[in-house]
């Protein structure tokens, strides 16, 4: 089963993606991750990226969509994987399309208004990269997961959060009905529990076994 998943900066992605991962075993690929992976290891494709992220421009879609086809060609996507942060715009979708078969686009819809105080909130893991939020930490320092140090994102700030939802809506919420037209899409409420959210992603991922 190949997976998107698809919400606004907050809505729970990365909790999401982790328990997703875990329970169906599909390797979870965020171009995030891929990018710095090229990077680190100096593939041509990764110092490509480089020559872009060093200019500070933005790294061409060709580019990203050719890091993401290298990824999803390894072993470990052979039976399906879930991407995140990919696409973000319709061309990126466009382009996934001649590259591979989507069988479910899983969006999170979170009110715009709950996502601030989530994002400024927010704690994460330095080793694991596991989210958390002040109120459900009771004061803990650690990650439940693995034990690693939580910190504070430099951009989890207001004026970045506020920007970062602003350029969402303009380039990435269009995919929701470029996606609804394929009849793909799958509206889940973010606005409850990480626990309630899993429970409708579980109930329509078993659906489509």
């Known amino acids: 089963m190949n997976i998107i998943l698809l919400g606004a900066p907050g809505a729970g992605k990365g909790t999401q993606a982790s328990r997703i991962s875990d329970t169906y075993k599909l390797p979870h690929i965020s171009t995030g991750d891929i990018f710095r992976e090229n990077i680190k290891n100096e593939t041509p494709i990764g110092l490509l990226a480089k020559s872009y992220i060093d200019k500070g421009q933005l790294v061409p879609d060709e580019v990203t969509c050719k890091i ?64 958390y939020h002040i109120s459900r930490l009771n004061g803990e320092t650690n990650c439940s997961r693995c034990g690693g140090e939580l910190y504070q ?33 799958f509206n889940v409420g973010g606005n409850t529990t990480p626990e309630a959210v899993f429970a409708e992603v579980s109930k329509k991922l078993d659906s489509m076994k």
């Open 68 to 131: 993401v086809e290298e990824r999803i060609a390894r072993e470990d996507c052979k039976n399906g994987y879930m991407l995140d942060g990919f696409p973000r715009t319709i061309a990126q979708a466009e382009a996934l399309d001649k590259i591979t078969k989507i069988d479910l686009v899983i969006n999170i819809d979170v009110d715009f208004s709950l996502l601030l105080d989530r994002l400024c909130g927010r704690r994460v893991c330095k080793d694991c990269g596991e989210s």
């Open 153 to 185: 994102r430099k951009d989890d700030n207001p004026e970045t959060v506020q920007s970062r939802l602003d350029v969402y809506n303009a380039q990435t919420s269009p995919l929701i009905e470029y996606y609804t037209a394929k009849g793909l899409l």
